[in-house]
């Protein structure tokens, strides 16, 4: 019986020291420096006074059976074959304690790994619109039809300083015909906000230029729109509201 309960005392110590091993390379692996070292500290505490916690016996020695009628026949004392010393019991909550600390712990890796993740993507996101914008104003600069064409979508539509309303094909005719021409134009203050394959983009713009013979200098702010089609951002629409000097 002592020996199956030794066997069994040595299995349940085997399932502790490896769930403690795992449980500090899980929090060395996701936890930030500080906190992963003092959930290590933690966890080698409680697991300590676990084991401490748990009652052994005392090594046994030679005697004689004339000076101490507890000796067995072997001529040793030691705890008796009948009632060996319930040490598993601490080392089992210890198991479980470390098994559900370490479930908790992936738990919130988890949830860590998706913020970052949702977070890193808006970032992409908005450093490719405000790249984009960039790139519409040197096409705007430069007259490039075929660039405004590629970054615009079919039903796009735009309300100018003037309130007037324009379609794509109205804005590709102007700048491949030189009627929409612009000396200069500075756009600033750009704030991108995405909502999933949606982007609504402010900001200010200065410039110079004329379009079907009309003055079309000045300083304004602008709502721009872009979804995402097929992979790529294109812009839907336009609005543009003159700031008063």
């Given at each position: 019986?002592?020996?199956?309960?030794l066997?069994?005392?040595?299995?349940?110590?085997?399932?502790?020291?490896?769930?403690?091993?795992?449980?500090?390379?899980i929090l060395?692996?996701?936890?930030?420096?500080?906190?992963?070292?003092?959930?290590?500290?933690?966890?080698?505490?409680?697991?300590?006074?676990?084991s401490?916690?748990?009652?052994?016996?005392?090594p046994?020695?030679?005697v004689?059976?004339?000076?101490?009628?507890?000796?067995?026949q072997?001529?040793?004392?030691g705890?008796?074959?009948?009632?060996?010393?319930?040490?598993?019991?601490?080392?089992?909550?210890?198991?479980?304690?470390?098994?559900?600390?370490?479930?908790?712990?992936?738990?919130?890796?988890?949830?860590?790994?998706?913020?970052?993740?949702?977070s890193?993507?808006?970032?992409?996101?908005?450093?490719?619109?405000?790249?984009?914008?960039e790139?519409?104003?040197?096409?705007?600069?430069?007259?490039?039809?075929?660039a405004l064409?590629?970054?615009?979508?079919?039903?796009?539509?735009?309300?100018?300083?003037?309130?007037?309303?324009?379609s794509?094909?109205?804005?590709l005719?102007?700048?491949?015909?030189?009627?929409?021409h612009?000396?200069?134009?500075?756009?600033?203050?750009?704030?991108?906000?995405?909502?999933?394959?949606t982007?609504?983009?402010?900001g200010?713009?200065?410039q110079?230029?004329?379009?079907?013979?009309?003055?079309?200098?000045?300083?304004?702010?602008?709502?721009?729109?872009y979804?995402?089609?097929?992979?790529?951002?294109?812009?839907?629409?336009?609005?543009?509201?003159?700031?008063?000097?």
């Amino acid at each position: 019986m002592r020996v199956k309960h030794l066997r069994r005392e040595r299995y349940e110590r085997g399932l502790y020291f490896l769930a403690r091993a795992r449980l500090c390379r899980i929090l060395t692996a996701v936890a930030r420096p500080p906190l992963s070292l003092l959930m290590i500290g933690l966890t080698l505490s409680i697991s300590d006074l676990a084991s401490y916690a748990a009652p052994k016996p005392l090594p046994s020695r030679p005697v004689s059976r004339q000076s101490n009628p507890a000796v067995g026949q072997n001529g040793r004392i030691g705890p008796r074959l009948d009632r060996a010393p319930e040490i598993g019991v601490d080392m089992k909550s210890a198991v479980i304690l470390l098994f559900l600390l370490a479930v908790h712990t992936n738990w919130a890796s988890a949830q860590t790994r998706q913020a970052v993740g949702a977070s890193t993507v808006a970032t992409s996101a908005e450093d490719e619109i405000k790249k984009l914008e960039e790139a519409r104003n040197q096409a705007i600069l430069h007259g490039d039809a075929a660039a405004l064409d590629r970054m615009t979508s079919d039903d796009y539509t735009f309300i100018t300083l003037r309130g007037e309303m324009r379609s794509k094909s109205d804005i590709l005719k102007g700048f491949a015909s030189g009627s929409f021409h612009y000396e200069s134009r500075e756009i600033s203050d750009l704030k991108v906000r995405t909502y999933g394959d949606t982007a609504v983009v402010t900001g200010r713009s200065v410039q110079k230029g004329v379009e079907n013979g009309k003055d079309y200098s000045g300083d304004y702010w602008f709502t721009r729109v872009y979804v995402k089609q097929k992979g790529r951002w294109l812009t839907v629409a336009l609005q543009t509201t003159l700031i008063q000097q």
